[in-house]
């Protein structure tokens, strides 16, 4: 199952933190992470094998959305950070619309993303 780590600035240490405390379940081999460029490098740093994309505001949420629409990427976590706005908010919604179109579940934050992994983990 592929699944994708995208994280706002100001939540990359909650999302490599997060990664952490499923290391148990992601580090499965039948788990395969991609990321966009930086949230892609920390986890990396991590210990975590990560096919990196471009950063977000270069493209990397548009390269995600593609993948959900071909079928590749079956669930996203995306660590937004509600207290600010975002030069590419267009990616970002496009990104939040295709996986509603084709029903991928998508955890905008952690409390979210830890049901989704507890859901597939049995």
């Known amino acids: 199952m592929e699944i994708a780590l995208i994280a706002h600035d100001q939540m990359k ?6 990664l952490n405390r499923n290391k148990h379940l992601l580090l499965h ?11 892609g490098s920390k986890a990396e740093n991590a210990g975590f094998k990560v096919k990196k994309m471009l950063s977000g505001p270069m493209g990397g949420d548009a390269q995600i959305a593609a993948r959900v629409a071909e079928g590749k990427t079956k669930m996203v976590l995306f660590f937004k950070d509600p207290n600010s706005s975002h030069a590419h908010e267009v ?7 295709v996986c509603d179109v084709h029903n991928v579940p998508l955890a905008t934050n952690e409390a979210t993303a830890q049901l989704l992994l507890n859901a597939i983990s049995k």
């Open 91 to 97: 990616d970002i919604n496009m990104l939040i619309r």
């Open 13 to 18: 240490a909650d999302m490599v933190q997060f």
């Open 29 to 39: 081999e039948h788990i395969k992470l991609i990321a966009t460029g930086t949230t």
